[in-house]
């Protein structure tokens, strides 16, 4: 198994580490004092704005997520979401304002951030010559830990077939694939953006849970999942903080139980059928009695016309010439 080789690797190297690092100190480690008791947030965005010319895709966006947290990235279609994971990433530079991943700066220190997580995108390609079976083990050779036991959970559960090339695959296989190969390595972070895109409605829930499901089971207070979608109701009961952005501005920013509550408090409105208008005395309208102005006009209705069927010649019947 790969987890096994290169976990026993990096365990007896960082134990022959640490034994060497209390060999050579004459005292106990200094202890750090903790400023806070809460956790330094996996991502912090402040103030960001990124321009496309004349244009704010992302105009002054703030949001928090904190590690161990399934936090959901809410908005319409332009409204800047792919906008602000990719500046997240480093695969566009912000135009002004601050984006940080696990403390570090994203463009700075680009390795340390992208091996601690795992990214799929709404558009999934991969080379089309290579199998299942070599897309995972070539995606396994970039990182430090792999799950095998996951990795074969979810290829029977989402029946993908190892041996079949890439180039074969539908566009709801080639997501499925690409999850996969983001759940298997472990990372502390977990980006989704539109991960349902392309698949069967029928079984987009049952499978958004069984990816979260299968990914925060592992450690649940360590592991973060942000996903960005434009359909709220698909991850209903599984976001425990969300934020809602429209023309690249965070509009609300709430806990899932704060939501619950308000929109269980919320007066519930009866729909009442809309009374006649009253009119001055003497008009026409007012005149008029009652049941003349309520009683229906039945219009004659226009006969339909058919077209007539064309007359065959009987050919029998016809003179020779």
């Known amino acids: 198994m790969r ?11 960082n134990s022959r580490r640490t034994d060497s690092t209390r060999s050579s100190s004459s005292g106990p480690a200094p202890r750090r004092h903790r400023t806070h008791d809460r956790p330094d947030p996996v991502i912090t965005i ?23 947290r399934c936090y959901g990235f809410f908005g319409r279609n332009g409204a800047g979401k792919t906008t602000t994971i990719k500046c997240l990433l480093n ?6 304002g601050e984006a940080r991943v696990f403390g570090l700066d994203p463009a700075r220190d680009e390795v340390a951030v992208k091996s601690r997580l795992s990214y799929v995108p709404d558009t999934v390609a991969f080379y089309p010559w290579m ?12 990182r430090t ?25 539908s566009k709801g296989q080639r997501t499925q694939l690409a999850l996969i190969a983001a759940i298997c390595p472990e990372p502390d972070l977990l980006v989704l953006d539109e991960p349902t895109s392309g698949l ?6 049952e499978f958004i849970q069984t990816v979260i499901g299968a990914y925060q089971d592992g450690d649940p207070g360590r592991r973060t999942v942000y996903v960005s979608t434009d359909l709220i109701s698909e991850f209903e009961g599984l976001i425990d903080e969300f934020t809602i952005i429209d023309r690249g501005k965070d509009v609300l920013t709430l806990d899932a139980d704060t ?4 929109l269980s408090a919320a007066p519930c409105r009866k729909r009442s059928r809309a009374r006649p208008r009253a009119h001055p005395a003497g008009s026409d309208r007012c005149a008029t009695p009652r049941s003349a102005r309520s009683a229906r006009v039945s219009r004659p209705r226009s006969p339909v016309h058919l077209p007539r069927r064309p007359r065959v010649r009987d050919r029998r019947s016809s003179p020779r010439s």
């Open 145 to 169: 830990r792999w799950n095998d036991d996951t990795e074969r959970a979810l290829l029977s559960q989402f029946r993908l077939d190892a041996g079949r090339k890439a180039s074969h695959l």
């Open 131 to 142: 199998t299942v079976r070599q897309t995972l083990d070539y995606c396994a050779s970039f």
């Open 3 to 13: 987890t096994t080789c290169r976990s026993a690797g990096r365990n007896s190297f």
């Open 200 to 205: 069967d409605p029928i079984v987009r829930r």
């Open 91 to 96: 695969l566009l530079r912000p135009t002004r």
């Open 259 to 262: 939501a619950r509550e308000r």
């Open 46 to 68: 402040r103030d960001l704005v990124r321009r496309y010319g004349h244009t704010d895709a992302v105009d002054g966006l703030n949001l928090r997520v904190q590690p161990g």
